[in-house]
């Protein structure tokens, strides 16, 4: 991102300008922006930087609101000893409890030959990528079974999904008001309202589940949306349940930008189990997973292309 001069025997100069980006760079870094959006902002690109910031202010403000709730955790278990109610350990297993991870284990469906698969740890967001033919969305409902308390979020949402949701947010008020809420805060970062927007707001905002598995979560949203979707998911609070998602879409998952509380898991093209992958250059996994990732743009060229497995 420093493009510096050079003297006549070739020694690299910073004239103030040099300077003076540099420093721009430290600035928007310490702000935990990545470098690609660093050199977008740099380049004079407002929106990458006004979404960028927006979405670190609520990473900032999920990790206030989670020390909150550690704080509050802290003091109940402080009174309850105070008052004799329970003993130290039982204290003590009383919060771990409420505190533990959602995790899961499963036997991997076909096309696998039935190999273990664990996640310790579910986080906040899981992006599930793979080629067609991987056995991604296989693998997505399965976790699905597999997660007490979760549901599956399929692509019917596009077809008949806008009636019934519509029907649905005329039921239920409370509903009908968080989508609402959900649709500003996602035109508020460059999102379009569609119905394919709102079926899957009702679906994201509909309580009950510990747990969503979505299929393919940009599918039916322009580009803009996408970015301003995956920017509000971010913005949630702690507590809110996991979602883990299928997407084959750069601007979902834009590597440079997955957070701590974010995890990725690719489906292999050659069926070997599916695995985690750091979101960072030289990782297992990572050239082949940038190659699953696309702009909508260029996933549009293979939209409706199905992978059948023959003879059924």
């Not at 990458?48 to 927006?54: C, D, G, S």
């Not at 949701?165 to 999102?191: F, M, N």
Request: charged fraction near 25%; charge should be neutral; hydrophobic fraction near 45%.
């Amino acid at each position: 991102m420093l493009k510096p001069t050079r003297t006549a025997a070739g020694w690299r100069t910073y004239g103030p300008e040099q300077m003076m980006r540099a420093r721009g760079i430290v600035e928007l870094r310490t702000l935990g922006l990545s470098l690609v959006e660093v050199a977008r902002a740099l380049d004079g690109d407002a929106l990458v930087l006004a979404r960028a910031v927006t979405a670190h202010e609520a990473v900032l403000e999920a990790r206030m609101h989670q020390l909150r709730e550690t704080v509050h955790r802290i003091r109940t278990l402080r009174e309850e000893l105070d008052r004799g109610a329970m003993s130290v350990a039982s204290a003590l297993t009383n919060m771990r409890q409420a505190g533990d991870p959602i995790s899961v284990a499963i036997d991997l469906p076909w096309p696998w030959g039935g190999e273990r698969f664990e996640l310790r740890e579910i986080c906040r967001l899981t992006h599930i990528v793979g080629p067609l033919g991987s056995g991604k969305t296989r693998l997505a409902r399965r976790l699905a079974d597999a997660i007490k308390g979760a549901s599956f979020v399929g692509l019917e949402r596009l077809s008949d999904g806008a009636a019934a949701a519509k029907e649905r947010l005329t039921s239920d008020p409370q509903l009908e008001l968080r989508v609402r809420h959900a649709l500003a805060a996602i035109a508020s970062v460059g999102g379009n309202t569609s119905e394919a927007l709102v079926a899957l707001l009702t679906a994201l905002e509909t309580e009950g589940p510990a747990a969503q598995v979505i299929d393919m979560l940009e599918d039916g949203l322009d580009a803009p949306t996408q970015e301003a979707l995956i920017c509000f998911l971010r913005r949630r609070r702690p507590s809110a349940r996991p979602l883990l998602f299928l997407t084959r879409s750069s601007y979902i998952l834009d590597v440079d930008a997955v957070g701590p509380d974010e995890a990725i898991i690719l489906c292999p093209a050659n069926h070997n189990p599916p695995m985690l992958v750091a979101p960072f250059r030289g990782a297992p996994g990572y050239e082949t997973l940038t190659m699953c990732l696309a702009t909508p743009d260029v996933r549009a060229r293979t939209e409706g292309i199905i992978a059948t497995r023959r003879g059924g």
